[in-house]
């Protein structure tokens, strides 16, 4: 990329890698600025985070409107551009066999949470959406209007755990619960799924037996500070690539996996 991008961020709790993607920016690194600080906590410490930048920060209190659709689900007004049955035929976070009716209710609650989160971010045109602790799966309902290029997904998170090991909410204490001989932290594309997109980049920790989940934590937040600028910065410089790659097996079988190729720096 020529110019300077345009980072838009989703957070829900303290917001520490957001402050490691804007320390990164404000040392020249990374060749761009955060436009926006948006979460689902009204309460979330790492808004603060901004301030200092003035960065403009709006919250969406996904608590209460789950509320509420419990309370009186009949009251509850979808967005207009909303269609159940195609976010069901998209997304991967439920089974087929899955219970119907948590289902509805979870993408109900979801794309109103989502539409009133849209609407907040249309004011600040981005280029890069990251996830920094944002602690809500998104549906296709938002991801589709957000990645409106095919091929080019600009939603990017960052997982406590070597994926596809250990998704959803606890990497590193799943990741020791197991009893991992080695730990880590994830950058990857959002898809439709948990924790399930594209994966841009990755770093491990060894875990020896004197570790808790505290240190074992320790480790991987130190990791992640210093991989999700790297991989923000590989994003601005238009270095990173979505690919469709096939295979075919001995058996005669093909496959096919989606993979992110980092291109060569243009200096050489």
């Not at 087929?96 to 971010?121: G, H, N, P, Q, S």
């Amino acid at each position: 990329m020529n110019q300077d991008i345009r980072i838009g961020a989703l957070i829900s709790g303290g917001g520490t890698n957001l402050q490691a993607i804007m320390d990164t920016c404000e040392s020249g690194q990374i060749r761009g600025s955060v436009v926006f600080i948006g979460t689902d906590n009204p309460g979330a410490a790492g808004l603060k985070k901004g301030e200092r930048f003035k960065i403009p920060s709006f919250g969406v209190d996904y608590g209460s409107i789950i509320r509420r659709f419990k309370k009186s689900p009949e009251k509850v007004k979808l967005p207009d551009d909303f269609d159940f049955n195609e976010i069901l035929s998209k997304q991967t976070l439920y089974t087929v066999d899955a219970d119907k009716e948590k289902m509805k209710a979870f993408f109900t609650t979801r794309a109103i949470a989502e539409a009133m989160l849209l609407d907040k971010m249309k004011d600040y045109p981005f280029d890069l959406l990251v996830l920094a602790g944002f602690m809500r799966n998104l549906t296709p309902y938002f991801i589709d209007r957000v990645n409106t290029v095919p091929g080019h997904p600009k939603i990017m998170n960052i997982h406590p755990a070597l994926l596809p090991a250990f998704p959803g909410i606890d990497g590193y204490g799943d990741t020791f619960r197991y009893g991992c001989k080695i730990g880590g932290c994830t950058v990857h594309f959002v898809d439709y799924g948990e924790d399930s997109g594209p994966i841009i980049g990755q770093r491990a920790y060894t875990i020896s037996e004197d570790d808790t989940i505290e240190s074992v934590r320790e480790k991987g937040l130190k990791l992640e500070w210093a991989l999700y600028p790297e991989c923000v910065k590989l994003f601005a410089e238009g270095r990173v690539k979505t690919v469709r790659m096939s295979y075919v097996l001995k058996s005669g079988e093909k496959t096919h996996r989606t993979i992110v190729k980092i291109l060569p720096s243009p200096k050489g």
